[in-house]
T-cell receptor
């Protein structure tokens, strides 16, 4: 089966611009997660979707971040406007059942200059 | 709140040597523990996990980890390291609300370098 796909793999944008990251989970996986790793720090939870609904968005840093999951399939994470501290690697993961082990994507490396 | 500490940021070992990566966690109940590996350009791959039962857990690629409740540790070991094991390793603890580690808290990672 195809894994979790994220694109772009890399993105370099200027401060103040908008960037949209996309995640395609494994087909049939209702649960989708976003995590972020800021350089040199730990990987941190951002939010969790169950189908199209946000189950937990307690990790979202501020209202410049907007996550959506239309139709319960792919998800997008938009950063608007981007700030320098948003630079890092954004990981997406999916799982079939609530609480079961995730499969992670390869991440999107975002650089804000 | 749960937390994970990986005290070693970088470790260098010679190929064929044994390896132990340290992980200490803080969690109020029975933890759900994981080790992930990230090779360059790849996603996070699950090496092994501990939910309950036997405290010595076998994983993929010849790795194992031992859960020690008294020490709040979940160290990762491999008896003989291969050059392809060079990667970054992450220990994580799950919140356990659903029995499967739903929301993960990660350590800061340990970068492993293997000398030939």
């Amino acid at each position: 089966e195809a894994g979790v796909t994220q694109f772009p793999s890399h993105s370099v944008i200027e401060k103040g611009q908008t960037v949209t990251l996309r995640c395609d989970p494994i087909s049939g996986h209702d649960n989708l997660y976003w995590y972020r790793r800021v350089m040199g720090k730990e990987i941190k939870f951002l939010l969790h979707f169950v189908k199209e609904s946000k189950q937990d968005e307690s990790g979202m840093p501020n209202n410049r971040f907007l996550a959506e999951r239309t139709g319960g399939t792919y998800s997008t994470l938009k950063v608007q406007p981007a700030e320098l501290e948003d630079s890092g690697v954004y990981f997406c993961a999916s799982s079939q059942d609530f609480g079961s082990t995730y499969t992670f994507g390869s991440g999107t490396r975002l650089t804000v200059v | 709140a749960q937390s994970v500490t990986q005290p070693d940021i970088h470790i260098t070992v010679s190929e064929g040597a044994s390896l132990e990566l340290r992980c200490n966690y803080s969690y109020g109940a029975t933890p759900y523990l994981f080790w992930y590996v990230q090779s360059p350009g790849q996603g996070l791959q699950l090496l092994l996990k501990y939910f309950s039962g036997d405290t010595l857990v076998q994983g993929i690629k010849g790795f194992e980890a031992e859960f020690k409740r008294s020490q709040s540790s979940f160290n990762l070991r491999k008896p003989s390291v291969h050059w392809s094991d060079a990667a970054e390793y992450f220990c994580a603890v799950g919140d356990g609300l659903t029995g499967g580690g739903n929301k993960l808290t990660f350590g800061t990672g340990t970068q492993l370098k293997v000398e030939l």
